[in-house]
């Protein structure tokens, strides 16, 4: 595709030289409309930034979505590629996630694409992600899981959204547990996971430190996980820029998510659900993010193999 050169992609030349020609191609002959999974490669824009007309309210965004932000990934908006008529703000509820079961979607699951990128600062760090996830997937993944979660785990009904997110990691770091797959290690301190803390690092979730990468673990090859904080795939290629997953990937990670700007924190994806599927082996990753990803058409991106089964040698 004949995109601009950098990050981000103004919202017309998304329209024309990116939707417009995917649309075409997934409409065309039944081997292409049977594609259930787009995979970006390193060049690809990280953000589509919004319209000329936007403030103004096109016959897209129309005057109730004036309230959004309208920057979104360009990761999240080709998952809803098949469904020009949506409009633009995101925050389009995906039918495959499992917390919205209860939910009637707005788009059904045949329309929406899972949708993963091999991408990092360099070609060759994208070349370590692919060669690793083919070495680490024939043994399996071993290492410690780590989880930082800030507060103890409470069962308080009427604390606050933080609150239960926090406990959506304890949750998760229960399931790997569980699992027997890995040992695990929570720490529940307001405190991050310091430098040297976290050796063999397999797995991770952790909060909040917003554009400040910690450089507290050892990477296990074909290591997976995600920091929860507000901007932290802003970039992937500002050498100076020191996000989670720009230096996660530096760093030695084989798959990682995050947003392209603010999500707000419901936007993320559900970590007992994401890191439960992922240890029980049976999923592919970007299965495992379909299935805990609350929204499309906003801001999230994953990085990585979307085939990649870290722990299909246990199975």
Not at 36 to 45: A, E, F, K, T
Not at 111 to 123: S, Y
Not at 141 to 154: E, K, N
Not at 223 to 251: I, Y
Request: some cysteine.
């Amino acid at each position: 595709m004949d995109l601009p050169d950098n990050e981000v992609c103004p919202r017309d030349i998304y329209d024309r030289k990116v939707a417009a020609h995917v649309r075409a191609y997934l409409s065309g002959d039944k081997a292409a409309r049977s594609i259930r999974c787009i995979v970006l490669m390193y060049g690809m824009p990280l953000k589509v930034a919004p319209g000329w007309d936007w403030a103004k309210g096109s016959d897209r965004s129309g005057p109730a979505k004036i309230q959004h932000d309208p920057w979104a990934s360009l990761d999240s908006e080709l998952a809803v590629v098949k469904c020009p008529e949506l409009p633009l703000g995101g925050w389009i509820k995906n039918p495959f996630c499992l917390l919205f079961q209860n939910h009637v979607p707005v788009v059904s699951k045949k329309e929406v694409l899972m949708v993963a990128r091999l991408d990092g600062p360099t070609a060759a760090g994208v070349r370590h992600i692919i060669d690793d996830a083919l070495r680490v997937e024939a043994s399996g993944l071993s290492g410690i899981a780590y989880f930082d979660a800030r507060w103890p785990m409470t069962a308080d009904p009427t604390s606050s959204a933080y609150r239960e997110y926090d406990r959506a990691i304890h949750r998760a770091a229960r399931r790997v547990a569980a699992s027997g797959r890995l040992r695990v290690v929570v720490d529940d301190h307001e405190a991050l996971f310091q430098p040297g803390q976290c050796p063999e690092a397999a797995l991770y979730c952790g909060w909040y430190n917003l554009g400040r990468y910690v450089d507290a673990f050892d990477w296990k090859p074909g290591a997976v996980g995600f920091h929860v904080a507000s901007s932290e795939c802003v970039t992937l290629k500002n050498p100076d820029s020191q996000v989670w997953c720009k230096r996660m990937l530096e760093n030695g990670v084989c798959a990682t998510l995050g947003p392209v700007g603010e999500p707000y924190l419901q936007a993320f994806p559900d970590p007992e659900l994401f890191f439960g599927f992922l240890a029980e082996g049976l999923l592919t990753l970007a299965e495992c993010y379909q299935l805990s990803l609350p929204y499309l058409s906003w801001k999230m991106v994953l990085i990585g193999d979307p085939l990649y089964r870290p722990f299909a040698a246990g199975r």
